[in-house]
């Protein structure tokens, strides 16, 4: 039969598409991508609305255990959901990789990704430079500062994606991601752009020096952060508009 | 009142999210902007599906007049939809950066946009250069090739999106848009992959050398190709699925 992997968007149960609806209420079995990323709501309104059962997959499930979910798929109707866009990462490439190798036939309904979400803030896409996460294990780890040094050699914008512990409901904040930059070596009077809530019907944007966003209070989440390079006249324009 | 930009994601009238919908039916006004994209169905269809007359906006109605547009979103609930995201181009950035100067309230309905959707692919989207379009009206333009040329040398894979022209039905293909590159210069035995009809149940995906690719047949709009830079084994086994 099929694996549908169905992008569910950014910010709650309504952000799924009409398509990806229809899909879901059709599937045998529901399987929700549950530690790459989250909704501002609970489990319990995705199966309101969506009207199925839904199986939380945490990593180990999805990893380790995918011959499950694929032998289901060889005789029924899965839906795999996966917050944003399901392959904006390449977290779940490797599941559809495995399932088109055992001739599991495979459906994509596309969604909203924060990567190209962020589009609004006014930054043009292609100058945004590899995106990354900053881990809440981060002693001794550089790789974020790296990417960012490198990303600004050339010229390029940075997207900085937070940690989160689904599990602990613990989600780790602008503040904590600046602060974290500042200690691997970043410059405190770098701009850097905060965002809480893309998505929402007002997301937070909160514009200023990094010793300044370490103390700004963002209360949506998830958060994300932004350090542009240099930019073009129309883009700190756009930018001003949040200010 | 408030000016509402929707994306419609990409393929037809049942991508727009429960949300976007949602929204459409309580706008007072409905444009849809008619020229930097296309669903495969009818504008009847988005009618029937959304309940609301669409005022079609061509580019002289969005760029010239817009004020047009925000004199009514001043005082009543105006919908601006957009095919994919509405600011993963920044086609749209002007209109919003101008409601938001008078004072009209903006909100935001993401939706997909070829630019992430383009992950399943398996080729990592932090690795994609800057994006560019092939026009119809090539004669002694460089740009794209110029573009790609760029992207190659810092070893970014390059999305060329292609041109269309809605009023006459007219949509480049993949054959089209590699004759021209090549035309422009780029070596025969290149390697690239040509994709049709992203979002829809079943995208066609083409892999081959330049010379291959101009032969061979896409049905499916619209059409974009990719020419991959140097890849990780994991985005060459991806990429060998579609073959």
């Known amino acids: 039969m099929t694996l549908y992997f169905i992008g569910l968007g950014l910010w709650d149960e309504k952000d799924i598409s009409v398509k990806g609806l229809e899909v879901v209420r059709r599937c045998d079995y529901v399987y929700l991508d549950h ?9 319990k309104d995705l199966e309101r609305v969506y009207g199925k059962e839904i199986k939380l997959a945490n990593r180990d499930l999805v990893e380790k255990k ?3 979910i ?8 899965v ?27 495979i459906k994509i309904v596309h969604n909203a990704s924060i990567l190209s979400a962020i589009g609004f803030l006014g930054l043009e896409l292609y100058k945004y430079g590899k995106v990354t996460s900053i881990p ?15 990303n600004k050699e050339k010229e390029l914008h940075t997207l900085f994606l937070l940690d989160l512990d689904l599990e602990n409901k613990k989600f780790m904040t602008v503040n904590d991601g600046v602060k974290f930059l500042i200690d691997c070596g970043l410059e405190k009077d770098t701009l850097c752009v905060g965002v809480g809530g893309v998505g929402s019907d007002e997301p ?3 514009i200023g020096k990094a010793k300044e966003i370490i103390k700004r209070v963002f209360v949506k989440y998830p958060q994300c952060f932004i350090i542009p390079s240099n930019m073009h006249f129309m883009e700190e324009e756009v930018l001003g508009l949040w200010k």
């Open 79 to 105: 839906a795999f959901l996966v917050v944003g866009d399901p392959f904006a990462a390449t977290t779940h490439i490797d599941l559809m990789l495995r399932a088109r190798k055992e001739d599991v036939k």
């Open 204 to 206: 937070e944007i909160k």
């Open 70 to 77: 694929i032998e289901r798929a060889k005789v029924s109707k």
């Open 35 to 43: 530690y790459t990323s989250f909704l501002n709501c609970d489990i």
């Open 136 to 150: 809440f294990e981060n002693k001794n780890i550089k790789t974020p500062y790296e990417v960012y040094l490198n």
């Open 66 to 68: 995918a011959e499950a």
